[in-house]
């Protein structure tokens, strides 16, 4: 497993009110990767190629903080093929109508992830784009 150390009522943030602890702890599915469902392949070279398969985001009442990508993987380096799981892990506050994950790691960045009509949209930069987790059911 790889470790790269790195929220829901919608009648709430239609309001434009805060977002409290209690309406953002809980377990979240991932839903789409830049907006598309997954599976969503998202290095496609002539000797590799990366898919997206799953993932999950966990938000707990002490303020910690798990992200989970689930990747299969086709590339002669620096794995062999097969399922690899991203990992990103912290710390989280909140920020009006936004969960800003501290992320830890060798340079640890904040990442702030508005929640929008149940869903948690966290930017996740140019290799993944915008990941969306809605809250399990």
């Known amino acids: 497993m790889r470790m790269h150390i790195l929220l829901s009522t919608a ?3 239609a ?3 805060s977002l409290e602890p209690a309406d953002v702890v809980g377990s979240y ?3 789409t990767i830049a907006d598309q469902a997954p599976p ?3 290095v496609d070279e002539h ?4 898919t997206v398969v799953g993932g999950s985001l966990s938000l707990t009442a002490d303020q910690q903080f798990e992200l989970l990508l689930q990747e299969d993987e086709a590339c002669p380096t620096p794995t062999a093929p097969g399922q690899v799981t991203e ?3 912290g710390s989280y506050g909140l920020d009006g109508t936004a969960v800003v994950l501290h992320v830890l790691g060798d340079s640890p960045v904040d990442i702030r992830a508005p929640v929008r009509t ?3 949209l966290v930017p996740l930069g140019s290799r993944y784009g915008e990941v969306a987790f809605s809250p399990n059911q």
Do not use: K, N
Request: proline content about 0%; some cysteine.
């Open 47 to 50: 000797d590799c190629r990366i």
């Open 29 to 31: 599915t991932l839903a």
């Open 40 to 42: 969503r392949t998202i």
């Open 15 to 17: 309001c434009g009110d």
């Open 11 to 13: 009648a709430l943030l």
């Open 87 to 89: 990992l990103w892990a």
């Open 118 to 120: 149940d869903q948690v």
